[in-house]
């Protein structure tokens, strides 16, 4: 059995660098084939968002008990929304 799990950042160069940089120490990989490092890039991001449909971005691993690791990168909900949700609850 696997495991997936779907995280929301603020999506800010610094925060995503971080985010790419930790989950390719642990071992996970860019499932499209492209480096991952580019969605720090905002115009990036926003052309994949358009001319490819993505919501987000998947990172997998064949070996750790967390198979899938999905980044939002379009959500209904903005971030700060989001966050200001989880702590009135």
Do not use: C, H
């Not at 696997?2 to 603020?10: E, K, S, V």
């Not at 358009?50 to 070996?63: C, L, P």
């Amino acid at each position: 059995m696997t495991y997936d799990i779907d995280l929301m950042i603020l999506l800010e160069p610094g925060n995503i660098r971080k985010l790419v940089d930790k989950l390719k120490e642990w071992g996970y990989r860019s499932k499209v084939p492209v480096d991952p490092a580019a969605l720090a890039d905002e115009e990036t991001r926003n052309s994949w968002i358009k001319q490819e449909g993505m919501k987000a971005f998947n990172f997998y691993s064949d070996t750790l008990p967390i198979g899938e690791i999905d980044l939002v990168i379009e959500s209904p909900v903005p971030y700060t929304e989001f966050k200001n949700l989880r702590r009135k609850s």
